[in-house]
């Protein structure tokens, strides 16, 4: 089992830049793919961005794809999201999610994955 703490979300102007991180806890953080995910007030949770086991595969959401990387410090048992050129519409909860790894998989579906973490929010103002 695995437990996850998001930071660093807050409130940012459109055309700025925030940084998420979630912090895993447990011995075997490399075990898991991981995922971004995202939920704005009346709408469904939506997937972001996802990253394999060993941070060479990655998988993104056509409205993030050349705003947002994802990255993971495996020995730091953290991934990243680097959000650049938010908009208003970026405006959700984020939640990072893990489900153990399987070759050649990166899932996109929330219900694939296995552990969440509460989310942090982010705000883009315009």
């Known amino acids: 089992q695995v437990q996850l703490v998001e930071s660093g979300g807050g409130l940012v102007q459109a055309g700025g830049s925030l940084r998420l991180s979630c912090l895993a806890s447990?011995?075997?953080?490399?075990?898991?793919?991981m995922g971004w995910f995202r939920q704005a007030p009346g709408k469904e949770r939506e997937f972001v961005a996802a990253?394999?086991?060993?941070?060479?595969?990655?998988y993104y959401a056509d409205s993030v794809k050349g705003r947002f990387t994802i990255s993971r410090d495996n020995a730091k048992n953290t991934v990243y999201l680097q959000m650049n050129s938010l908009k208003p519409e970026d405006t959700a909860v984020y939640s990072c999610?893990?489900?153990?790894?399987?070759?050649?998989?990166?899932?996109?579906?929330?219900?694939?994955?296995?552990?969440w973490g509460q989310g942090t929010q982010v705000t883009v103002s315009s």
């Open positions: 447990g011995r075997t953080f490399s075990s898991y793919t």
């Open positions: 999610a893990a489900v153990i790894a399987r070759a050649g998989i990166i899932p996109a579906r929330s219900v694939e994955y296995a552990y």
């Open positions: 990253i394999n086991w060993n941070g060479l595969s990655t």
